[in-house]
């Protein structure tokens, strides 16, 4: 463990999303410059070769220059630097100025766990622990329409955000005419339930009239409840069943790139039947972020720090357990990979 409250090592054995397939598609069109991203402190290059999606270090072994620099040949990635190429596997596969080789036995960039998922590429860093890519409630539902915000990032630590994200008492300052409503600061206690696989669960009832919620098309309307799902570590997922009998899912995942930086990839979705613009719900959800932004990224330490530096009162439970379960995780990691996997599948008392 070190000096911080979380271990930050601990993340790399989950997935989270790098880039959005869009992304990727729009780097990737042959001049060179590859995507780069950026996850835990590790420089990624993220290309689509034939037998699907890479995610390398980096770091040509031979100079060290950037491998996004290069190109895409099609079963390899080549160094822009002397032409090296490197596989799916991240080994080297040919040497131009060496055509009868033998190839360095340590020519090769690591290559990590990489899957494309929700339109999504994501990445593992450290597979020694089975992890799996988070649900996502609607994306596979035909009977919800889901859109893709633009994914953005913030200086803050992934965990200050997923706490914003489900943060109760912050809508009558922080959105006193978006979301919330200046005349209801207090709210309801929930109930946290503790699921297997590091979900924790609770519903938010907001006294009538004390909150909005966003329908399809972007309009706020008064909300009835929100059922919140946070699947550790940095996952969200917002259901909200609406007056008109439609529900609206927001979907989100804060992608750790450092410890003071992440990037959220986030969707909007829909079950209405009704024809909608999608790009009002997002252009709605984006001006809520902005109110959002400003004390999120004011936040110091940008991690979260040890219990005894902040100050917590009843109506943070919900923070307070997240940062608990965080915590417990962190401590599992610290006594090895059968801890992790005991913690994720064990069954905990709901509080
Ligand atoms: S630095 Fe990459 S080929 Fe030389
Ligand atoms: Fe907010």
Redo the contacts with the bound molecule.
């Keep these: 463990m070190n000096n911080h409250f979380l271990d930050n090592e601990t993340w790399r054995y989950f997935w989270h999303p790098v880039c959005t397939i869009d992304e990727l598609n729009q780097s990737d069109c042959g001049r060179g410059k590859l995507l780069r991203a950026e996850l835990l402190g590790q420089e990624l290059v993220i290309a689509k070769l034939d037998n699907g999606v890479v995610a390398l270090a980096n770091r ?1 072994p ?4 950037k491998l996004h620099l290069g190109w895409n040949c099609g079963n390899a990635i080549q ?1 822009a ?4 190429k490197y596989g799916h596997d991240g080994t080297c596969t040919e040497i131009p100025a060496l055509p009868n080789g033998p190839i360095p036995p340590n020519a090769k960039t690591k290559a990590f766990d990489c899957e494309v998922r929700y339109d999504l590429v994501w990445v593992r860093l450290d597979n020694t622990i089975n992890t799996e890519i988070p649900a996502h409630l609607a994306f596979d539902d035909p009977s919800f329409t889901c859109t893709m915000g633009t994914p953005y990032t913030w200086k803050t630590h992934s965990a200050r955000r997923v706490e914003n994200y489900t943060d109760l008492a912050h809508f009558p300052f922080v959105h006193p005419e978006t979301l919330g409503n200046p005349d209801f600061v207090t709210f309801l206690i929930p109930d946290i339930d503790l699921q297997r696989h590091g979900r924790m669960r609770f519903k938010y009832e907001p006294p009538e009239g004390g909150r909005n919620g966003m329908d399809a098309a972007g309009n706020l309307a008064p909300l009835i409840h929100t059922d919140y799902t946070i699947q550790l570590p940095f996952g969200v997922t917002l259901d909200q069943p609406l007056a008109n009998g439609t529900r609206t899912i927001m979907w989100m995942w804060a992608t750790p790139i450092d410890n003071r930086h992440c990037r959220t990839f986030w969707f909007c979705c829909s079950n209405t039947k009704a024809p909608f613009d999608p790009a009002v719900p997002i252009a709605t959800q984006m001006a809520i972020l902005e109110e959002d932004i400003g004390p999120v990224e004011s936040q110091e330490p940008e991690q979260i720090p040890h219990p005894r530096d902040e100050i917590a009162i009843a109506a943070d439970k919900v923070s307070l357990t997240y940062r608990r379960l965080l915590f417990e995780l962190c401590k599992a990691k610290a006594a090895g990979q059968e801890a992790v996997t005991a913690f994720l599948a064990s069954e905990r008392t709901n509080i």
């Design positions: 040509c031979h100079r060290s220059a160094c630097y002397h032409g090296w």
